[in-house]
């Protein structure tokens, strides 16, 4: 697999060392410091364009941001594109050989790094979607985070025995024409998070899995953009 262009720039590329190797992540500084960081967690394409553009976003609004690339044990550089059939099964793959625990150990050592880079102040939150939303909801009920935002993570339902773990503000976009996310499921989801005064849950009725994803073909731009503000409000409240 060629190596993206950003994991040679100097600018955007951080090396994570962690117990069990070591693995890249994208980076997007704002223009000032210190600021706080959010961790965010890719889909079953990589650190591809949206995810890198989405950190960027971040970083306009003061956020340092970062993106692991969380597939490293299988391939590195995993970089795919969404309107690609081809990349679409290579993602798949991916995705079907991941072992989530081993992505929760990763994103705990990407927060470590993220609390200690210079310009930080400390304060970390995680940000994920599909794949990634999945991994938020883990992480926020098994690891130390500030706070924690998940998009439509796919099988969440799955994991509900460890919503008494919780230990972070966690704020959930669920899309109610979910392909992979049926009703039953969200429903499941939002009773087990229901007596939990830390969690808020969003819901957009007629938008389908994806709706926010940066030239999606569910792409849903009101929906994207009441998602993004309701990001930043909750993310400015619990990280300042």
């Not at 040679?8 to 951080?14: I, S």
Request: overall charge negative; some cysteine.
């Amino acid at each position: 697999m060629t190596t993206p262009t950003w994991q040679n720039d100097p600018a955007h590329a951080l090396r994570i060392a962690s117990a069990e190797g070591t693995f890249d992540a994208y980076l997007a500084r704002p223009d000032a410091a210190p600021r706080p960081a959010v961790v965010v967690l890719h889909e079953v394409f990589g650190v591809n364009a949206d995810l890198r553009a989405t950190c960027d976003e971040l970083a306009a609004e003061g956020f340092i941001a970062l993106c692991p690339e969380l597939f490293w044990r299988q391939a590195r550089g995993v970089d795919l594109s969404v309107r690609s059939k081809e990349d679409w099964l290579k993602g798949i793959a991916y995705y079907q050989a991941f072992d989530l625990d081993a992505g929760v150990r990763d994103v705990e050592a990407t927060v470590a790094a993220a609390r200690a880079l210079p310009g930080a102040t400390g304060k970390v939150a995680v940000m994920g979607f599909c794949l990634g939303g999945l991994l938020t909801f883990l992480a926020a009920a098994r690891t130390r985070v500030d706070a924690a935002v998940a998009f439509h993570g796919a099988r969440t339902e799955e994991f509900l025995g460890e919503a008494t773990d919780l230990d972070a503000p966690l704020q959930m976009h669920l899309a109610e024409a979910d392909e992979f996310i049926p009703m039953d499921a969200q429903r499941a989801i939002t009773a087990a998070l229901a007596g939990n005064p830390r969690v808020e849950i969003h819901s957009y009725p007629g938008c389908r899995h994806a709706f926010s994803r940066h030239g999606g073909l569910h792409f849903d731009a009101d929906a994207a953009q009441l998602s993004r503000a309701r990001t930043l409000a909750f993310l400015r409240r619990h990280l300042a």
